[in-house]
């Protein structure tokens, strides 16, 4: 059974740097999966923030999340990241990853939750004064 663990949520300062962790475990290797970030703030729908590829390393954003977000994995940790940058308290929200075997011939975009099949529990990022 695949577990996904997010780690490094807080309360920062608007304009503090920030960098999520989210382990994978469960399987020898995650070469075969996409992975992604999203954000659920209060009253609001999830978002999509960000989606890589775990073999190819390729990347993908949603709209707006590419100036001040980086999604990156190490296979060798089974640990995916999420470094926020110049943040501020819109992006106070609950941040969870998520992830699931996603062919390489898939050509839609990776924003839809429907396609990770597992997910973490999340962590609490708050962004105030």
């Known amino acids: 059974q695949v577990q996904l663990e997010e780690s490094g949520g807080g309360s920062v300062l608007p304009g503090d740097s920030l960098r999520l962790s989210c382990t994978a475990s469960?399987?020898?290797?995650?070469?075969?999966?996409?992975m992604a970030w999203f954000r659920q703030a209060p009253g609001k729908e999830r978002e999509f923030i960000a989606a890589i590829r775990w073999r190819e390393g390729n990347t993908f954003y949603g709209d707006s999340m590419r100036a001040r977000f980086t999604i990156s994995r190490d296979d060798t940790e089974n640990t995916m990241y999420l470094h926020m940058d110049n943040t501020n308290p819109e992006d106070t929200a609950i941040y969870y990853c998520?992830?699931?075997?996603?062919?390489?011939?898939?050509?839609?975009?990776?924003?839809?939750?429907?396609?990770?099949?597992?997910w973490g529990k999340g962590t609490q990022v708050t962004v105030s004064e």
């Open positions: 998520a992830g699931g075997s996603v062919p390489p011939t898939y050509t839609k975009s990776y924003k839809w939750p429907s396609i990770y099949l597992y």
């Open positions: 469960g399987r020898r290797t995650f070469s075969t999966y996409a």
